[in-house]
């Protein structure tokens, strides 16, 4: 006998998946590949940045040649205006002895040797200059390198993150499908054993489809199937409806169904399956934790109207007021007391930041 069910589960969702579906139509550009852009443009600001640092090294290098061969020169020239002084002193001696003896030739000699000296050192002046500069521009270029390839490992550490997130939110994702399944029962089972059976192994069935279309629809598949091995999915069946059951000849029991579908994977999945390293995984969680917990935290401050005094929070002493202390939402013992006065010891409930307004009243009123 075939029994028939209307399929309603799928009626009943059908505005909650169109939804998604027009969602994910609005989603902006993939952030990994906006980061690959990123880090795209950054290798080619650290190729620019290589080439104009090699260029300016090869500069630095033909200024420290010529400054080499300028010093040369500085000392070559300095010799041939030596001998040239020397020559037209020996001469101007002679003159003493002799007017008629011709100093223009050795003058003229002694002048351009001088005039040489002065244009080497005015070379090596310039040359020194650029020197510097040069160095001062190969300092700029390794700050700037070292700047960008601090700026390119943080996109590596972003895209890694960013990766890890999209898979996470690929992973949480649910379904609802149309499964059929044909099994055999024993002649000893019982009408309700097969039917156990045959909805049971259907609903098998229905996960494994549903893995398998997960993993087909990941943006990395190919890298996380190769890396699928021991990550738990998590697929659980949250709610199914039978449409067509009963018995096929033969001792087969056909059953086909329509079971809504969710995957919780473990907290590490998505780091397993683009194998990076757990932390990226275990991170974000963390954070989650942490903000959490810092929700459950607030400022209360506690004033009373006397100087001196002393407060003690849950047994725990805060010394005089005001004081502000961080405690957790609740209901908290509050207790102020001073010398001559009445201790105020009261249960506060603390919801929100807030201020605790204590006014002690003289041990004489009692």
Not at 49 to 65: K, V
Not at 223 to 245: F, M
Not at 293 to 310: E, F, G, L, M, P
Request: aromatic content about 6%; proline content about 2%.
């Amino acid at each position: 006998m075939i029994t028939r069910r209307i399929p309603a589960l799928l009626l009943a969702l059908s505005p909650f998946w169109l939804s998604t579906s027009m969602a994910a139509e609005n989603l902006s550009t993939d952030p990994v590949a906006v980061i690959d852009e990123k880090l795209s443009n950054k290798q080619l600001e650290l190729q620019s940045n290589a080439s104009e640092y090699d260029s300016e090294t090869q500069r630095y290098q033909q200024l420290q040649n010529e400054h080499a061969k300028l010093k040369r020169d500085e000392q070559e020239l300095n010799a041939k205006r030596n001998r040239a002084k020397t020559a037209l002193d020996k001469q101007y001696s002679r003159l003493l002895e002799d007017p008629e003896i011709d100093l223009v030739s050795l003058q003229k000699e002694y002048q351009d040797s001088w005039n040489a000296v002065k244009s080497n050192q005015a070379e090596l002046l310039e040359n020194q200059q650029l020197e510097t500069e040069s160095e001062v521009r190969l300092s700029q270029i390794k700050q700037k390198q070292a700047r960008l390839k601090s700026e390119f490992t943080y996109l590596e550490e972003q895209k890694v993150e960013t990766r890890v997130k999209r898979l996470a939110a690929e992973l949480n994702e649910s379904d609802v499908m149309q499964t059929s399944f044909k099994t055999s029962c024993s002649a000893t089972m019982t009408l309700g054993e097969c039917s156990s059976q045959g909805l049971q192994l259907t609903k098998q069935k229905a996960v494994k489809t549903f893995k398998a279309a997960l993993m087909d629809s990941l943006t990395e598949s190919t890298l996380a199937k190769q890396n699928a091995n021991g990550v738990q999915l998590n697929v659980h069946v949250q709610d199914s409806q039978i449409i067509r059951a009963g018995f096929e000849g033969n001792n087969s029991y056909f059953t086909e169904l329509q079971a809504q579908l969710q995957a919780k994977p473990e907290a590490t999945a998505a780091c397993k399956l683009l194998n990076v390293s757990s932390r990226y995984c275990l991170k974000e969680q963390s954070s989650a934790n942490q903000k959490q917990q810092d929700k459950n935290w607030i400022a209360v401050t506690v004033r009373s109207d006397q100087y001196n005094d002393s407060v003690v929070v849950n047994g725990v002493k805060y010394g005089s007021t005001p004081v502000e202390i961080m405690l957790p939402r609740g209901i908290h013992q509050v207790t102020v007391s001073k010398d001559g006065y009445q201790t105020y010891n009261r249960q506060v409930t603390i919801s929100k930041n807030d201020t605790v307004w204590v006014k002690l009243r003289s041990s004489e009123q009692s």
